[in-house]
């Protein structure tokens, strides 16, 4: 299959045409694709690269079917003697750990004002004016044009007088100062985390 970059290939999952899991891309060389699968029984093929389907950047597939890939490209394949031999496998224990993180939370503060009435009392002068009657006596008689009234005729005289008004003006008495500070305090995070160990269920099993 022409147009890949098989830099990209190696650690990526590689499958048969049936789907058949050939493990993970371990080496490319000039004509071959090395896979190898499993942790305690490991195999390794050695798969041509003109038998390379399709490449998606994640998963390399192979036109090679389950029993071609066991027969035709295996790698090492183990004698039928009944010859046993020391080997070594290494399997990984894996254990959580707690990893905390701090992450930025808004809350709100309120502050609260509230109305309260009361009932204030203030004095105010006022001024206002009263009719005075005054009698002035002529020592003599005075002509005039004026004819005299032929009923009872009122005479209207203004009088001013000063009236309350009240007006509300507000006025600033005291200052509230709101401050912002940090406070550090020590949180403990309890979570159950997975340790795994390994369990003896072969009598034969030696531990070193």
Not at 56 to 79: H, M, Q, R, V, W
Request: aromatic content about 4%.
């Amino acid at each position: 299959m022409e147009n890949i970059n098989w830099d990209e290939v190696t650690k990526k999952e590689a499958r048969g045409s049936d789907d058949y899991d050939l493990g993970e891309v371990q080496e490319v060389t000039s004509d071959n694709v090395v896979t190898q699968k499993g942790i305690l029984d490991k195999k390794q093929f050695e798969i041509p690269k003109h038998l390379v389907k399709s490449f998606d950047g994640n998963k390399i597939t192979f036109a090679l079917s389950e029993s071609d890939a066991e027969s035709l490209y295996l790698k090492d394949k183990p004698e039928s003697d009944d010859t046993i031999s020391e080997s070594e496998t290494t399997i990984p224990l894996i254990q959580e750990k707690l990893e905390p993180a701090k992450k930025e939370k808004v809350v709100e503060a309120t502050i609260v004002k509230e109305p309260v009435k009361e009932t204030k009392e203030v004095n105010v002068e006022l001024t206002h004016e009263e009719l005075v009657i005054e009698r002035n006596p002529l020592s003599e008689p005075q002509k005039t044009d004026e004819k005299p009234v032929q009923s009872r005729t009122e005479i209207k005289i203004p009088l001013k007088r000063q009236e309350v008004e009240v007006n509300k003006q507000s006025y600033i008495t005291e200052e509230i100062i709101a401050k912002k500070k940090p406070i550090t305090e020590t949180s403990t995070v309890t979570e159950e985390v997975v340790k795994e160990t390994l369990a003896n269920n072969d009598g034969d099993l030696e531990q070193e």
